[in-house]
């Protein structure tokens, strides 16, 4: 942790804020802008909304000019002060597939990293990758699967065209859950129940077959 890089350190200021920029993060912080160019429309307030699609625009703008990787297929978390990639790809290195961020080839670049074996583990996506030196598929965030980046990251690849990529994933998350049932995390070689079980932010697993990313698996009414 490190004192903020603008503000005048004293007792209220202390080296409290990280020094590494991640892709899942500040792409969730474009989805904010772009829902409040959303509440700024309904609302009349067209003024606003522009001002909040600029910078959603210079923030795309800049995740693919800084943190872009095209040797690993997905976006990579940067050095603040120096904005240097580190060369350990995650799986929010995709997240922002559901922002919008990756223009038409890098998104067709990051479905092919998603097939290649490191993250096409037996239950996708890990949160590191297989090749990674640290990987150990139950290890908490180093290896492991959470339903939630995997909805995500499914979203993102059907808003992007590429449907049966997004069922591939889905549909492995879901067909996982309904034999070993829902919980906060996954092993993503045995896809074992891991965590708390029937955490709140896993019913992304039902939200996968609300929002039709899977064929195999579809919700009715009773």
Same mark, same amino acid.
């Given at each position: 942790?490190?004192?903020?890089?603008?503000?005048?350190?004293?007792?209220q200021?202390?080296?409290?804020?990280?020094?590494?920029?991640?892709?899942?993060?500040?792409?969730?912080?474009?989805?904010?802008?772009?829902?409040?160019?959303?509440? =700024?429309?309904?609302?009349?307030?067209?003024?606003?909304?522009?001002?909040?699609?600029?910078?959603?625009?210079?923030g795309?703008?800049?995740?693919?000019?800084?943190?872009?990787?095209?040797?690993?297929?997905?976006?990579?978390?940067?050095?603040?002060?120096t $904005?240097r990639?580190?060369?350990?790809?995650?799986?929010?290195?995709f997240?922002?597939?559901m922002?919008?961020?990756?223009?038409? =080839?890098?998104?067709? =670049?990051?479905?092919?990293?998603?097939?290649?074996?490191?993250?096409?583990?037996?239950?996708?996506?890990?949160?590191?990758?297989?090749?990674?030196?640290?990987?150990?598929?139950?290890?908490?965030?180093?290896?492991?699967?959470?339903?939630?980046?995997?909805?995500?990251?499914?979203?993102?690849?059907?808003?992007?065209?590429?449907?049966?990529?997004a069922?591939?994933?889905?549909?492995?998350?879901?067909?996982?859950?309904?034999?070993?049932?829902?919980?906060?995390?996954?092993?993503?070689?045995?896809?074992?129940? $891991?965590?708390?079980?029937?955490?709140?932010m896993?019913?992304?697993?039902?939200?996968?077959?609300?929002?039709?990313?899977?064929?195999r698996?579809?919700?009715?009414?009773?």
């Amino acid at each position: 942790m490190t004192p903020h890089p603008v503000r005048s350190a004293g007792p209220q200021n202390g080296a409290w804020y990280g020094n590494i920029l991640i892709p899942a993060n500040t792409s969730y912080l474009l989805l904010s802008e772009l829902s409040l160019v959303w509440i =700024a429309n309904i609302l009349g307030e067209h003024s606003i909304a522009k001002r909040r699609r600029a910078r959603y625009a210079r923030g795309v703008q800049s995740m693919r000019t800084h943190m872009w990787s095209q040797s690993q297929g997905c976006f990579l978390a940067v050095q603040r002060d120096t $904005l240097r990639q580190i060369q350990s790809p995650t799986v929010g290195g995709f997240v922002p597939l559901m922002a919008r961020v990756p223009t038409a =080839a890098q998104a067709t =670049a990051m479905a092919s990293a998603l097939a290649k074996p490191e993250w096409a583990t037996s239950l996708p996506v890990p949160t590191v990758s297989s090749k990674n030196p640290g990987y150990i598929s139950s290890e908490f965030w180093r290896g492991d699967v959470w339903p939630a980046p995997n909805y995500q990251i499914a979203s993102g690849l059907a808003a992007y065209g590429m449907r049966s990529e997004a069922a591939r994933i889905a549909e492995l998350t879901v067909s996982n859950a309904l034999n070993v049932g829902i919980s906060e995390r996954y092993d993503s070689g045995s896809g074992a129940a $891991l965590g708390v079980k029937g955490l709140g932010m896993s019913a992304t697993i039902i939200t996968m077959m609300l929002d039709g990313l899977t064929s195999r698996y579809q919700l009715r009414k009773i």
